[in-house]
């Protein structure tokens, strides 16, 4: 019988982030804007963005690293559909192990690598080359969550887990950048990602509802679509931040 798809994979997804695709276009093109180099993508997942601002520098090369292979031969099959296999390479390790510095720096979803979001922020400031930048994206609350929504996000998560969008911005200007825009996920972004994210598991389930494996990734589902609906819908927030070295 057919195994379910792996929880998480993004199949559906073209990024793994709640960003859509005209956000994706502006961000490409302000960021290519500079003319880099060198990209740098730390936890790049298959790395959709690290791609495109590479397909839109003529001569540039970049660098995606994750430890999540199934994501890394998704971006090595992309980039050689796209005719960028010899100028994107996708690296199998921590993102905190990298120490070459680059002209544009990518980290959309992917601090946890360092710790902390100010740890984050600390070491990419260490390596954006003078005059790069940097797309630093991390959650953010909307509104402080009250103690009984908390209770339905993810196990362990508290209120300091997270700041609101001043305090995240304020991290990234004491770690050393000026905030050339600031911009946040949209509640229809957020609930495309989520739905897409949920999509091949929910489908698996329609056509194979007397699975033996159907009861424990119904139970899996339902978990997760209760983090979001119960829990962090309307509360949580991302943001996208382009960022220069001051």
């Given at each position: 019988m057919t195994s379910p798809p792996p929880a998480g994979n993004g199949a559906r997804l073209t990024f793994m982030a709640p960003l859509s695709a005209a956000r994706a276009d502006r961000i490409v093109t302000g960021l290519a804007a500079g003319s880099p180099s060198t990209v740098v993508d730390l936890g790049c997942g298959w790395g959709e963005l690290l791609l495109r601002v590479v397909a839109a520098c003529p001569g540039a090369k970049g660098i995606g690293l994750d430890t999540h292979e199934p994501d890394l031969a998704r971006g090595r099959a992309n980039a050689e559909a796209r005719g960028l296999d010899g100028r994107v390479t996708f690296v199998d390790g921590p993102?905190?192990?990298?120490?070459?510095?680059?002209?544009?720096?990518?980290?959309?979803?992917?601090?946890?690598?360092?710790?902390?979001?100010?740890?984050?922020?600390?070491?990419?400031?260490?390596?954006?080359?003078?005059?790069?930048?940097?797309?630093?994206?991390?959650?953010?609350?909307?509104?402080?969550?009250?103690?009984?929504?908390?209770?339905?996000?993810?196990?362990?998560?508290?209120?300091?887990?997270?700041?609101?969008?001043?305090?995240?911005?304020?991290?990234?200007?004491?770690?050393?950048?000026?905030?050339?825009?600031?911009?946040?996920?949209?509640?229809d972004e957020w609930d495309e990602f989520e739905s897409l994210l949920a999509a091949d598991r929910e489908e698996w389930l329609i056509t194979h509802p007397n699975h033996p494996e159907a009861a424990a990734v119904r139970e899996q589902a339902d978990s997760q679509r209760n983090i979001w609906l119960r829990g962090h819908r309307g509360?949580?927030?991302?943001?996208y931040l382009t960022l220069g070295p001051s």
């Open positions: 993102a905190a192990d990298h120490r070459d510095t680059a002209d544009l720096l990518v980290s959309v979803g992917a601090y946890q690598a360092f710790g902390t979001i100010a740890s984050a922020l600390g070491a990419i400031r260490e390596l954006v080359n003078p005059g790069g930048r940097v797309l630093f994206a991390a959650e953010f609350w909307e509104s402080p969550p009250p103690p009984d929504r908390l209770a339905l996000m993810w196990p362990g998560m508290s209120a300091d887990d997270c700041t609101d969008l001043a305090g995240l911005v304020d991290q990234a200007i004491a770690a050393g950048f000026r905030p050339l825009r600031v911009e946040t996920a949209t509640r509360l949580m927030g991302f943001a």
